[in-house]
């Protein structure tokens, strides 16, 4: 079963506007400014998988320098305090929480795994079955951070099926 | 009172923790669980007055917790703090007898809203 799900990057935009303004940037003095630079380099990412009515991947990717402030601000701490376990936990809850969000928008009967952490660039994981269906890539101080959103390409085809019937 | 927060991001756990001061409800006595068994076990031997619970851990997710305690006869003051927020999570969680339902990311004013009538 497939439906046609259609999550796009002012989706994405406003799911990561309000993590900003919750945990990363409550005062409004930093945000992310959008750049739309989809070969943005990264250092890390995590992702959440999501099966049932919709099924893909959900994957947030940015700089160690993006990763360590992220987590010094959830914390409440300095950028040199911060331990890599630290940034691990940071970068799965942010999957985990756009990942929630995105799964939302979509028909019920959908699940969300647990995330996945890898401290390597985004182009080091790769979704055989997947395609990049939507993605925001934008910078934070300077510093590249991206959400992009995978869907099964199995799925994609009948979506298009859909489409055209 | 005495709070248990079950998250197994131990970040989060300390978010909730912050927040919850943020709010004005500092000074409670705070017990943390990191995946769903050690909060049902928690649950049991701390017997807390409140769990603030996120619904997807591993061992057991928070309505698994929810609904074993139930099923046990414990009444303890039970809520979700989420990413997820799907309708029907929402009446998966009421249905068990959640008695508030948080989505992250939130705010302080979040925590207000829905622990200014049970914490006081």
Redo the contacts between chains.
């Keep these: 079963m497939s439906v046609e799900v259609v999550v796009k990057e002012s989706d994405l935009a406003e799911m990561v506007e309000?993590?900003w303004?919750?945990?990363l940037d409550p005062e409004g003095l930093n945000p992310l400014i959008t750049t739309g630079d989809d070969a943005q380099p990264s250092d890390v990412h995590s992702s959440v998988s999501i099966s049932g009515s919709w099924t893909g991947h959900i994957v947030y990717a940015s700089s160690t320098a993006a990763a360590k402030r992220a987590?010094a601000a959830?914390?409440?701490v300095e950028v040199d305090e911060v331990s890599p376990?630290?940034i691990a936990?940071?970068l799965?809850?942010l999957a985990?929480?756009?990942?929630?969000?995105v799964?939302?928008m979509?028909p019920?009967?959908?699940m969300?795994s647990?995330p996945q952490v890898v401290m390597a660039p985004e182009s080091a994981t790769r979704y055989p079955s997947a395609e990049r269906v939507s993605g925001l890539y934008s910078v934070w101080e300077g510093e590249p951070v991206s959400v992009s959103l995978w869907q099964r390409r199995e799925d994609k085809k009948d979506d298009k099926k859909e489409e055209s019937a | 009172m005495k709070i248990l927060i079950a998250d197994?991001?131990?970040?989060?756990r300390?978010?909730v923790s912050?927040t919850l001061r943020q709010a004005g409800f500092g000074g409670h006595d705070l017990v943390e669980a990191a995946d769903g068994r050690e909060a049902l076990d928690k649950t049991v031997a701390e017997n807390p007055d409140l769990v603030i619970s996120d619904w997807?851990m591993?061992e057991l997710t928070g309505v698994e917790v929810l609904r074993k305690l139930r099923a046990t006869g414990n009444d303890v003051k039970f809520g979700f703090v989420?990413?997820?927020?799907?309708?029907?999570m929402q009446e998966a969680a009421e249905a068990a007898g959640a008695a508030f339902f948080i989505?992250?990311?939130?705010?302080a004013e979040r925590f207000d809203e829905v622990f200014s009538p049970i914490l006081g």
């Design positions: 309000q993590v303004i919750s945990y987590a959830f914390l409440a376990d630290d936990d940071v799965g809850e985990n929480i756009v990942g929630g969000n799964k939302a979509l019920a009967g959908a969300l647990l | 197994d991001s131990r970040v989060m300390q978010i912050r997807n591993p989420t990413s997820e927020c799907t309708t029907e989505v992250k990311p939130f705010t």
